[in-house]
């Protein structure tokens, strides 16, 4: 697929970390599955992935620590 960020890249499966910001807190879930684009960067994460993310955001925000990383 052709990014729709920079509309020139070619996106091709590989992994990336999630960075959020939530609550005044960041949250990095490492090593998540995305097809990411060869020119900008810009990543695309499927609907399994994102409710992976979710999960473990949510469970980062249970936890109450400044920083939580976590590997797949
Ligand atoms: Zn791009």
């Given at each position: 697929?052709?990014?729709?960020?920079?509309?020139?890249?070619?996106?091709?499966?590989?992994?990336?970390?999630?960075?959020?910001?939530?609550?005044?807190?960041?949250?990095?879930?490492?090593?998540?599955?995305?097809?990411?684009?060869?020119?900008?960067?810009?990543?695309?994460?499927?609907?399994?992935?994102v409710k992976y993310i979710q999960t473990?955001?949510?469970?980062?925000?249970?936890?109450?620590?400044?920083?939580?990383?976590?590997?797949?």
């Amino acid at each position: 697929m052709i990014c729709v960020i920079c509309k020139t890249g070619e996106c091709f499966p590989g992994t990336t970390h999630f960075t959020q910001m939530l609550k005044e807190k960041l949250v990095v879930v490492k090593n998540v599955k995305a097809n990411i684009c060869q020119n900008c960067g810009e990543a695309y994460f499927d609907s399994d992935t994102v409710k992976y993310i979710q999960t473990k955001t949510n469970e980062a925000i249970s936890n109450q620590e400044d920083v939580e990383l976590f590997n797949v």
